[in-house]
């Protein structure tokens, strides 16, 4: 067992570890499970990245690894902690420039986080995330098609939520 080069590796873990926790934590939706699922994936780098060959997959690598730690740890949990609001008001810029779009943003995320995550994590993946749909297909393990028919589906019933919302 080979590691990978420390100054590539301190060079990916700058690039990607945010991308990676914010991606896990949409998963996991729960702080320390999203940092552990981050550091898991970092040190399955470190231990296997060598056999990443092509230097441009290595952020699909990523992704498709945390993702697959993830499942590995819900079959074994079985559960996954809700989302706890204190860490997203934490998370949220201080700065209010303007509080109608970041309250519009915040129920968004909110009603993002209510989806199936069939439809959830494509979305996540693309508007948060910034993949690909092929990015998405190879980590999901399923066609471009599905990508994109659950991406079309996510957004109409996460706009379907938020104008109900608006309704009341």
């Not at 499970?33 to 550091?39: H, K, N, R, W």
């Not at 204190?86 to 810029?93: A, F, Y």
């Not at 092929?134 to 066609?143: C, G, M, T």
């Not at 098609?145 to 109409?156: A, N």
């Amino acid at each position: 067992m080979t590691e990978a080069p420390a100054s590539t590796f301190e060079s990916l873990v700058t690039d990607y570890y945010a991308p990676l926790y914010r991606f896990a934590y949409s998963l996991s939706k729960n702080a320390e499970d999203a940092g552990d699922l981050t550091q898991q994936t970092f040190l399955i780098y470190a231990r296997k990245g060598d056999s990443v060959r092509d230097e441009g997959k290595i952020k699909s690598w990523l992704f498709t690894t945390l993702y697959r730690e993830f499942l590995r740890k819900a079959r074994r949990d079985k559960t996954t902690a809700p989302v706890d609001q204190e860490i997203l008001e934490e998370n949220e810029d201080p700065l209010p420039v303007d509080s109608l779009r970041q309250l519009e943003a915040k129920e968004a995320v909110e009603f993002l986080h209510t989806l199936e995550p069939q439809y959830r994590e494509p979305l996540i993946l693309f508007y948060m995330e910034d993949l690909a749909y092929k990015e998405i297909a190879e980590l999901l393990e399923i066609p471009i098609g599905t990508v994109m028919s659950r991406l079309s589906r996510g957004k109409e019933q996460l706009k379907s939520r938020l104008s109900a919302n608006l309704r009341k």
